[in-house]
């Protein structure tokens, strides 16, 4: 299995912004997917951005898009998400994901439920 390690997480006023990495160690080479996610206080895990490995083809939750940017350097087993404009909404855990195999549709991308591998979440808060 893979080893998922986020960093990069802190308090940031609104506006700012945040560059999160995800680190991935073990079984890497067979890949299918990364992606970010995250849980709100006292509300359910959403989606955020997903990357496939091989292609680099990229899918956003309609909250984050044209704001949030995932990317991914294949040499470092990496993945970052860069956050931009951030609202104080987007305070939360955010947590990386990896699955090795899944349908190809944003649905399926964009669902925790299609993840079985997780890192141990960052904390993100914007301040108001």
């Known amino acids: 299995q893979v080893q998922l390690v986020e960093s990069g997480g802190g308090l940031v006023q609104a506006g700012g912004s945040l560059r999160l990495s995800c680190a991935a160690s073990?079984?890497?080479?067979?890949?299918?997917?990364m992606a970010w996610f995250r849980q709100p206080p006292g509300q359910e895990r959403e989606s955020v951005a997903a990357?496939?490995?091989?292609?680099?083809?990229?899918f956003y939750a309609d909250s984050v898009n044209g704001r949030f940017t995932i990317s991914k350097d294949n040499n470092k087993n990496t993945v970052y998400l860069q956050m931009n404009s951030l609202r104080p909404e987007d305070t939360a855990v955010y947590y990386c994901?990896?699955?090795?195999?899944?349908?190809?549709?944003?649905?399926?991308?964009?669902?925790?439920?299609?993840?079985?591998?997780w890192g141990q979440g960052t904390q993100v808060t914007v301040s108001s």
């Open positions: 990357i496939t490995w091989g292609y680099g083809h990229t």
């Open positions: 994901a990896a699955r090795y195999s899944g349908r190809y549709s944003r649905t399926s991308f964009l669902s925790p439920l299609e993840y079985d591998n």
């Open positions: 073990g079984r890497t080479f067979n890949l299918n997917t």
